[in-house]
C-alpha cells in the first residue's frame, strides 16, 4: 500500500487563493448553441484560483496534469507538483474560467511520460509515457461560474472538491461513462487533450457518470462488479506492468492506458490467465485503498464499502457481462445480450426481442435495481 501520510496533509491544506489583485471582474460573451451567456459577477474579486489535485494509483510524480476543455479539447491550465509528492497545484486565471461557455465540460487528465514514476508499498518505480491516462470529469461550465461568483475557492466547493483526485477510481467511472457512449455510437475513442468532443457528448458524459455513482450503489449490480474489475486491471498495467488483461484484445501497448482499460469496460470476453492468477492479491490491493480517505473522497458515503464487497471471483465474472447504463427518462432499455440485463425501478418492460425473436413475458423490478435474465432458447424472462 502507498505511503500517502505526507500527501494528506498536503491535500488537507486548506486551497489557498494565491493572487490579491483586487480588480472587478465582469466578463460578458456572446450567447451559444452550446450554453447562455458567459458572466462572473462583479463580486468575483480575486485574478487567479488555486487547485491543489492528487494524482494517483499509488502516489503518481512527474507526469503532465491539466485542465481540458472536452468541447475544444484545449489544455486550459497545467498544474504543477512542487513538492514531488504528487499534488499538482493549479493557477487558474480567472478570465479563463468566466470565457467557457454554459455547456462546456471540463475535466482533469493526467498522463505520465518517460520521466514519471508511481510509489508502490513505499518503493518507486519508473512509468512509460502514456501508461498512466487518467480523467476525472468536473462539473459543467454553468456551475464552475456559478462557483465563482459567490467564492474565490474553486476547490472547497463539494461539487469540485469530490471530483479534484486524479485516481484508478475517478478514471473506472470515467472509462465506463465513455463506454456507454461508445456502444451508442456518440464516441470513437476515450477523450484526451487535442480530441474535441461533439456537443452531445458534453450533456451526455455529466448524466452518465451520474449514473454510474447511482449504480455503484448497489453492490450486486453488474456495473459495480465491472467498476472494480477496471480498477484492478488498472493497478495491475500501472503498479505491475499487466498489459494483457483479455484473451481476445485489440490493445496492449503500455503507452495506451485508456483504450487498453477501456477494452476491459467494452469487452465481454474472457480475461488472460496471467491477469486471472493476480486477482486475489489486486482484490486485496484495491480494498486497501477503498479504505484510504485520499481515494475515499471521491465516493458517495458508503460505496466504498459497497465496492469491498465484490469478491475477485465476482470481478473476474463481471469480463464476461455486458454492462448497461441507464438514465430514466432519457435512455430506453433494449436487450442485446444473454448474459443479463439490468432495469432501473422507473421501467416497465412488457416485451423485448433478440436477434428480430420476439420474447413474450411481463416483468416489473421490485427493486431498485434487478436483473432480467433471457434464455433465448425458452423465451422466458426470469426475475432475480
Not at 454553468?142 to 484508478?168: C, E, F, M, Q, Y
Request: glycine share 8%; charged share 15%; aromatic share 6%.
Amino acid at each position: 500500500m502507498p505511503a500517502f501520510g505526507s500527501m494528506r496533509q498536503t491535500i488537507g491544506k486548506s486551497l489557498l487563493n494565491t493572487a490579491f489583485l483586487v480588480l472587478p471582474l465582469l466578463y460578458s460573451g456572446c450567447g451559444s448553441p452550446l450554453g447562455g451567456v458567459n458572466t462572473v459577477s462583479e463580486g468575483a474579486v480575486a485574478a487567479k484560483n488555486q487547485l491543489n489535485v492528487p494524482v494517483a494509483d499509488g502516489v503518481i510524480r512527474n507526469a503532465q496534469v491539466s485542465i481540458v476543455n472536452a468541447r475544444t479539447g484545449q489544455v486550459l491550465f497545467r498544474g504543477v507538483d512542487p513538492d514531488n509528492d504528487g499534488t499538482y497545484a493549479f493557477d487558474m486565471e480567472r478570465t479563463t474560467l468566466a470565457g467557457i461557455l454554459d455547456a462546456d465540460l471540463l475535466y482533469l487528465y493526467a498522463e505520465s511520460t518517460a520521466q514519471s514514476s508511481v510509489d508502490v508499498n513505499g518503493a518507486v518505480q519508473g512509468l512509460n509515457a502514456g501508461q498512466v491516462r487518467f480523467k476525472s470529469f468536473l462539473p459543467n461550465g454553468a456551475v464552475i461560474k456559478s462557483i465563482l461568483n459567490v467564492s474565490d475557492d474553486l476547490g472547497a466547493d463539494p461539487r469540485v472538491n469530490k471530483k479534484r483526485a486524479v485516481t484508478h477510481f475517478s478514471n473506472a467511472k470515467s472509462l465506463l461513462a465513455e463506454s456507454k457512449l461508445i456502444k451508442d455510437g456518440v464516441l470513437t475513442q476515450p477523450l484526451r487533450p487535442g480530441r474535441a468532443a461533439p456537443a452531445n457528448v458534453l450533456t451526455a458524459l455529466p448524466n452518465q457518470t451520474a449514473a454510474v455513482e447511482t449504480a455503484l450503489a448497489d453492490p450486486t449490480s453488474n456495473l459495480t462488479k465491472k467498476f472494480k474489475l477496471i480498477s484492478m486491471a488498472t493497478k495491475a498495467l500501472v503498479e505491475d506492468g499487466v498489459t494483457t488483461i483479455l484473451q481476445n484484445q485489440n490493445t496492449s501497448s503500455v503507452s495506451e492506458g485508456d483504450s487498453l482499460l477501456l477494452e476491459v469496460a467494452n469487452n465481454t470476453g474472457a480475461l488472460n490467465p496471467v491477469f486471472q492468477a493476480k486477482l486475489a492479491d489486486l482484490n486485496q490491493r484495491i480494498n486497501n485503498d477503498l479504505q484510504d480517505s485520499l481515494f475515499t473522497s471521491s465516493f458517495d458515503a458508503g460505496l466504498n464499502n459497497n465496492i469491498q464487497t465484490v469478491t475477485s471471483e465476482e470481478a473476474a465474472a463481471a469480463a464476461s457481462s455486458d454492462v448497461s447504463i441507464f438514465i430514466p427518462g432519457v435512455d430506453a432499455p433494449t436487450i442485446d445480450a444473454t448474459t443479463g440485463f439490468e432495469v432501473p425501478k422507473s421501467y416497465l418492460v412488457r416485451s423485448a426481442e433478440i436477434n428480430g425473436q420476439t420474447l413474450g413475458f411481463n416483468f416489473t423490478p421490485t427493486k431498485k435495481r434487478s436483473r432480467l435474465n433471457i434464455d433465448c432458447q425458452t423465451n422466458q424472462g426470469v426475475c432475480q
